[in-house]
């Protein structure tokens, strides 16, 4: 992207940067009338999860190698607006136990909040990329071989029909089966086995919703096809006797330094071995005839989940208008809620200072804070959290699913056993006044009339919160009056102050 090149201004553009298990990429595009214009690629090579260990603790090294790369890239995004950059963490941070401790860090030289995503978003992320960039009618699978894990997504169109990750990459399979270099008959026999015991769940299921093309992606698939056009002169599609071939080959050769394959850079040797036995595992247990390269991806998915926000189709209200009907929720009420917390929200944010994003997290737990009424009314919160934690939830990253359902398990009742999560991009303070926020949401509704509530106002400070009723409405809900008062004593022992309103005095006898 050129410096000078004035055609292009600051609120057009968008980047998304993938914090792969292997490479680190970023990519610039602007929204040119609702399409995307790639504008600037960087690929950094940086094996995170070669620093992950068997307790899943990532090493200082590693670390120390992504947050470099990280300086670089914020040096790059410099000129264009934080609110139009995405940064999304795969395999490695997403296993890694200290993945906080390396988010802290990077906060202090990446100025932009990173979001961890399941291995289910991922998929999900690299279908779209690759709808987005090559439409086509019919069914068709795609395969993403990472450095971490493989996802493999079929779908028609833009709509996902399948979507799974599995535990198995270029990296973590060149550590546990190809250590040392070393190419041999028996350790691609186990690496292609343990592919096979990966896949082995989720094989009936796409076969049986079948697809009419098969399309690869990422740099593993690329280079297969590349040593497969050069040093095989096939014609550029993946298929498995070729793939075979491409074994044997390595075999003969005994160790990846005394390789010789036209198509094969030296930053791919130690990870061909790998790739080529996810691939061959893919082929056999899914029964795939040829692949395709397609070089869109995760990043352009994320690219075009953006633009699809800047024109209000964001895919997460469509999550959870799912969940609301899946799980048949009283729409009524939820509307209810959410505009008691629209007004809760526009009188508390300029002292609370509630970010965008966290107050629509709110208005969506106000939607769903009732979908485990269907499993049983007692212990709501509790069903409707579990739901919610264990739920694919397209659109939406982990810790904005961790909040949800950390919201919706306490919105009632005693906070007994109450534990804020640690979340990188939602501070203590900030989860526990979007909780206070949702319990009071749901006590001033509990009538579940729309004639009912007057209006009301609050008051917020730091750690406080102090609610105003009329006297004379007040007066008349005795019930109510005792609910506040007790939410007070509640919230007192999770270290919150709530002043309800003062009780109107009761008329004298005389």
Not at 274 to 298: K, V
Request: glycine share 6%; hydrophobic share 40%; proline share 3%.
């Amino acid at each position: 992207m050129s410096q000078t090149d004035t055609s292009v201004t600051s609120s057009s553009l968008m980047a998304a940067v993938d914090l792969g298990s292997n490479s680190f990429h970023l990519v610039i595009a602007r929204d040119l009338h609702g399409d995307l214009q790639l504008l600037h690629r960087e690929k950094q090579k940086v094996q995170l999860a070669e620093g992950l260990n068997s307790d899943l603790i990532l090493s200082e090294e590693a670390m120390e190698r992504g947050l470099s790369v990280l300086r670089q890239f914020a040096d790059t995004l410099s000129g264009i607006p934080a609110d139009a950059v995405r940064v999304i963490a795969t395999y490695t941070l997403r296993r890694a136990s200290n993945s906080q401790t390396f988010l802290r860090r990077a906060r202090s030289v990446f100025p932009y909040p990173i979001e961890i995503i399941s291995g289910q978003e991922e998929a999900r992320y690299i279908y779209q990329g690759v709808a987005h960039f090559e439409h086509a009618a019919e069914h068709r699978l795609v395969m993403d071989i990472g450095g971490g894990s493989t996802e493999f997504a079929l779908g028609q169109g833009f709509e996902v029909l399948r979507l799974s990750s599995r535990n198995m990459g270029c990296v973590s399979y060149a550590k546990e089966f190809f250590a040392g270099g070393k190419l041999s008959a028996k350790r691609f026999a186990r690496a292609i086995l343990q592919a096979e015991q990966e896949l082995e769940s989720i094989a009936s299921a796409f076969k049986k919703t079948g697809w009419q093309q098969a399309l690869g992606t990422s740099g593993s698939v690329k280079v297969l096809r590349d040593i497969l056009q050069q040093q095989l002169q096939s014609d550029g599609v993946l298929r498995l006797n070729e793939l075979l071939q491409l074994k044997q080959l390595l075999i003969q050769a005994g160790h990846i330094q005394t390789l010789e394959l036209a198509g094969l850079s030296d930053d791919r040797r130690a990870l061909l071995a790998p790739a080529l036995s996810i691939a061959i595992a893919a082929f056999q247990m899914l029964d795939i005839q040829e692949m395709q390269y397609c070089e869109a991806a995760l990043r352009e998915g994320v690219l075009n989940e953006m633009r699809q926000r800047r024109y209000e189709q964001d895919i997460r209200q469509s999550t959870i208008a799912s969940l609301q009907q899946r799980y048949q929720v009283d729409a009524a009420h939820s509307e209810r809620l959410q505009r008691t917390a629209t007004n809760l929200l526009a009188q508390a944010t300029n002292s609370w200072q509630i970010p965008a994003e966290a107050q629509q997290l709110l208005l969506w737990a106000c939607q769903v804070v009732e979908i485990g009424l269907q499993i049983n009314s007692s212990g709501i919160q509790k069903h409707s959290a579990y739901i919610l934690q264990h739920a694919n939830l397209p659109g939406f990253n982990q810790e904005q699913q961790q909040l949800l359902a950390f919201l919706v398990r306490y919105h009632r009742s005693k906070l007994k056993g109450l534990s804020l999560p640690t979340l990188y991009l939602y501070p203590p303070h900030q989860l526990m006044r979007l909780l206070v926020l949702l319990r009071l949401c749901v006590l001033l509704n509990q009538k579940r009339r729309d004639d009912w509530l007057p209006q009301l106002s609050i008051e917020a400070s730091e750690h406080a919160l102090a609610l105003d009723l009329p006297a004379d409405w007040l007066q008349l809900q005795p019930l109510l009056q005792a609910d506040l008062q007790q939410e007070t004593t509640w919230l007192a022992k999770a270290g919150f102050h709530f002043q309800p309103p003062l009780q109107p005095e009761e008329p004298d006898d005389a």
